[in-house]
């Protein structure tokens, strides 16, 4: 089993919906990260949680150290929203590194 | 906010030939960095920590002399692949932490034929 898990894999949303992605982790975390992946492989930092919610523009995300839960919501998608989401924890002890989910490909359709 | 430079971003080598990558901290200094590869479809693996002045730590399973990394400054970190084979094929990107922040570098698509 996966430490970090993902879901959905895949998702196909309509322009204006809704979205959430959801992830959980196994292992005791300092930390953790949204990233955001584009077709060239580039990776963009979304946000850092460690604990409560934080919101940038249309994104929300949320984490639930007790459960070992993080959402990540996007209100009224948009085509350009399409990317690959990533979920990313920090382990207690690590030097830094991170451990990577598998990501969830968004595809926000017109 | 804080920059990591990786170049180059995609590069196609013959079998038995060496490439280096190069990630770069542009506004901080990187004490660590780490590299990471994703083969398709998969998430990002770590393969090595590299640290500044001293010998890079290695995952399990990742052959050292295979996957040389050079820390020589505070700012650079190099990753080059010996003896380059088609299995070798992947996506490579450099992280350096700053703080609590994670940065990553644009990665490295590489192709060997």
């Known amino acids: 089993k996966n430490e970090v898990e993902q879901s959905p894999q895949n998702l196909t949303a309509q322009e204006g919906e809704f979205i959430t992605i959801n992830c959980s982790y196994s292992?005791?975390?300092?930390?953790l990260h949204w990233l955001q992946q584009h077709p060239g492989g580039g990776i963009v930092s979304l946000f850092m949680?460690?604990?409560g919610k934080k919101k940038h523009g249309r994104l929300i995300a949320t984490i639930n150290i007790q459960e070992k839960h993080s959402s990540l919501h996007i209100t009224a998608s948009h085509p350009r929203d399409s990317a690959v989401y990533i979920c990313a924890v920090r382990s207690w002890g690590s030097q830094g590194n991170l451990i990577f989910g598998k990501g969830t490909k968004l595809s926000v359709k017109p | 906010g804080a920059v990591v430079s990786q170049h180059p971003s995609r590069v196609i080598c013959k079998s038995g030939t060496s490439v280096k990558i190069e990630c770069r901290s542009l506004?901080?200094?990187?004490?660590?960095m780490f590299w990471y590869r994703q083969f398709p479809k998969q998430s990002l693996m770590l393969m090595a920590t590299?640290?500044?002045?001293?010998?890079?730590?290695?995952e399990q399973g990742v052959e050292k002399d295979k996957f040389l990394i050079n820390h020589a400054s505070l700012t650079l970190s190099t990753l080059t692949v010996t003896s380059a084979h088609p299995e070798d094929s992947s996506f490579y990107i450099c992280?350096?932490?700053?703080?609590?922040?994670?940065?990553f570098g644009q990665g490295t698509r590489l192709t060997v034929v």
């Open positions: 292992v005791g975390i300092s930390a």
């Open positions: 949680l460690s604990s």
């Open positions: 506004d901080f200094q990187a004490t660590t």
């Open positions: 992280s350096a932490p700053n703080g609590p922040e994670a940065f």
């Open positions: 590299s640290n500044e002045g001293s010998k890079a730590t290695y």
